[in-house]
Nanobody
């Protein structure tokens, strides 16, 4: 496992942007596939984006494609989620997750390590 800490959440107006960070510690971050998920009140945790170990492959939920960008800096043991053109429906707690696998994962149950989450609120 790896320890994960998210940061960068906050309150933003619709159309604005935020950049979330996920700091990893305890193991070499480059050994882990990373994903971002979100959970709104009363809803299930849903996939947002995922990135391969090297950063060469990415996957996005249709709802964020073209607006969000996932990236990573293995030298800094940090992953990122750049969120542009934010909408009120993007409001949720955002979690980063990691798993020591070779394939991109889009289902939350397959991730071994999770951060504590960071709140993102988009006002209309």
């Amino acid at each position: 496992q790896v320890q994960l800490v998210e940061s960068g959440g906050g309150l933003v107006q619709a159309g604005g942007f935020l950049r979330l960070s996920c700091a990893a510690s305890g193991r070499a971050f480059s050994s882990f596939v990373m994903g971002w998920f979100r959970q709104a009140p009363g809803k299930e945790r849903e996939f947002v984006a995922a990135i391969s170990r090297s950063g060469g492959r990415t996957s996005y939920a249709d709802s964020v494609k073209g607006r969000f960008t996932i990236s990573r800096d293995n030298a800094k043991n940090t992953g990122y989620l750049q969120m542009n053109s934010l909408k009120p429906e993007d409001t949720a707690v955002y979690y980063c997750a990691a798993d020591e696998t070779y394939n991109i994962i889009t289902t939350p149950n397959e991730y071994e390590s999770w951060g504590q989450g960071t709140q993102v609120t988009v006002s209309s």
